[in-house]
């Protein structure tokens, strides 16, 4: 079976016959599919192809026998003129044999909705004259499916950066609270042996019988079960150092010679020796070689 182009002579514009087996074949397939001579001109169309046409109100033969596919691009004008022409330049490329094949994907506004399209164009290699084959797959299914993709990364993408605020939200209540609770148990050890134990072994001091004494041991015992938990969390200097030597070992980590401390706290040189020497005894430096001021810059 061969086709005519109308108007042409018939040696120029004959296409190689297409058999049934063939017509079964592109007719079978899912993309619209046209085959074109050297010039343009549409010479055979598949089902797919004539139903699409047929679907969207082509005017005129569905099919597009002998119409010329490139003059066509080429008239387009408006929104799909950039398309169009950009598909004709591909076809002409393959035609030429510039290009092996041309491909490009596209939007297509269509009477009932917007579509995606794959275009492939290839060439029928023979005796002259060349034949390109012409195909337009739909690619809206495929489209839709990575816009849906896409929409979840982004939706997922945000979630995950929410997460990610309010984990560092919480980690900085967290902190703060770890924060919280080190200064209350440091409250609690400091208060403890400042306002209380301080004043049981004053009163130790006194003129007290047997009994008294007994209970002021279960007291200050008592106390100590009570703060034990603290001792290990709770800073060195806090729990250790009397105000007095809390106050000279601040001055001391802070670079101030022994005459700087006395002058600062308005006492001698000599309390501030004694402060000093208090002050290395329970910190476990009588015995070391241990630079007091980098030592307690060490405790931070």
Same mark, same amino acid.
């Given at each position: 079976?061969?086709?005519?182009?109308?108007?042409?002579?018939?040696?120029?514009?004959?296409?190689?016959?297409?058999?049934?087996?063939?017509?079964?074949?592109?007719?079978?397939?899912?993309?619209?599919?046209?085959?074109?001579?050297?010039?343009?001109?549409?010479?055979?169309?598949?089902?797919? =192809?004539?139903?699409?046409?047929?679907?969207?109100?082509?005017?005129?033969?569905?099919?597009?026998?002998?119409?010329?596919?490139?003059?066509?691009?080429?008239?387009?004008?408006?929104?799909?003129?950039?398309? &169009?022409?950009?598909?004709?330049?591909?076809?002409?490329?393959?035609?030429?044999?510039?290009?092996?094949?041309?491909?490009?994907?596209?939007?297509?506004?269509?009477?009932? /909705?917007?579509? =995606?399209?794959?275009?492939?164009?290839?060439?029928?290699?023979?005796?002259?004259? @060349?034949?390109?084959?012409?195909?337009?797959?739909?690619?809206?299914?495929?489209?839709?499916?990575?816009?849906? *993709?896409?929409?979840?990364?982004?939706?997922?993408? #945000?979630?995950?950066?929410?997460?990610?605020?309010?984990?560092?939200?919480?980690?900085?209540?967290?902190?703060?609270?770890?924060?919280?609770?080190?200064?209350?148990?440091?409250? $609690?050890?400091?208060?403890?042996?400042?306002?209380?134990?301080?004043?049981?072994?004053?009163?130790?001091?006194? @003129?007290?019988?047997?009994?008294?004494?007994? #209970?002021?041991? *279960?007291?200050?015992?008592? #106390?100590?079960?009570?703060?034990?938990?603290?001792? /290990?969390?709770?800073?060195?200097?806090?729990?250790? #150092?009397?105000?007095?030597?809390? @106050? $000279?070992?601040?001055? $001391?980590?802070?670079?101030?010679?022994?005459?700087?401390?006395?002058?600062?706290?308005? *006492?001698?040189? @000599? &309390?501030?020796?004694?402060?000093?020497?208090?002050?290395?005894?329970?910190?476990?430096?009588?015995?070391?070689?241990?630079?007091?001021?980098?030592?307690?810059?060490?405790?931070?």
């Amino acid at each position: 079976m061969q086709y005519g182009i109308p108007g042409k002579d018939d040696s120029e514009s004959l296409c190689p016959p297409i058999g049934s087996f063939d017509r079964r074949i592109i007719d079978s397939l899912s993309a619209q599919i046209a085959i074109l001579d050297k010039r343009g001109i549409i010479l055979e169309t598949n089902r797919a =192809w004539r139903e699409f046409g047929m679907a969207n109100d082509f005017p005129g033969d569905v099919g597009a026998w002998g119409l010329n596919y490139l003059e066509v691009c080429d008239q387009a004008r408006g929104k799909g003129a950039a398309v &169009a022409n950009r598909a004709a330049q591909g076809i002409r490329s393959v035609m030429t044999g510039k290009s092996g094949e041309f491909t490009m994907e596209y939007l297509c506004d269509t009477p009932t /909705q917007n579509m =995606w399209f794959y275009m492939r164009v290839t060439r029928i290699d023979g005796p002259e004259p @060349h034949f390109v084959v012409v195909c337009h797959e739909n690619v809206t299914p495929l489209k839709l499916a990575e816009e849906m *993709i896409r929409k979840r990364e982004r939706e997922l993408a #945000l979630k995950t950066r929410n997460l990610e605020e309010v984990n560092t939200a919480l980690r900085v209540l967290v902190e703060q609270r770890e924060k919280d609770k080190r200064e209350l148990e440091e409250r $609690v050890v400091s208060n403890v042996r400042q306002l209380v134990t301080r004043y049981i072994d004053k009163m130790k001091e006194t @003129h007290l019988n047997e009994h008294q004494r007994t #209970l002021l041991g *279960i007291i200050k015992s008592h #106390l100590k079960d009570v703060i034990s938990p603290f001792l /290990q969390k709770t800073s060195a200097l806090n729990i250790q #150092l009397t105000p007095g030597e809390i @106050h $000279v070992a601040t001055l $001391v980590r802070e670079g101030l010679t022994t005459k700087e401390i006395a002058g600062t706290l308005n *006492i001698s040189a @000599h &309390a501030v020796d004694f402060h000093r020497k208090n002050i290395r005894s329970k910190l476990g430096l009588n015995r070391k070689k241990s630079n007091l001021r980098s030592y307690l810059i060490s405790l931070g």
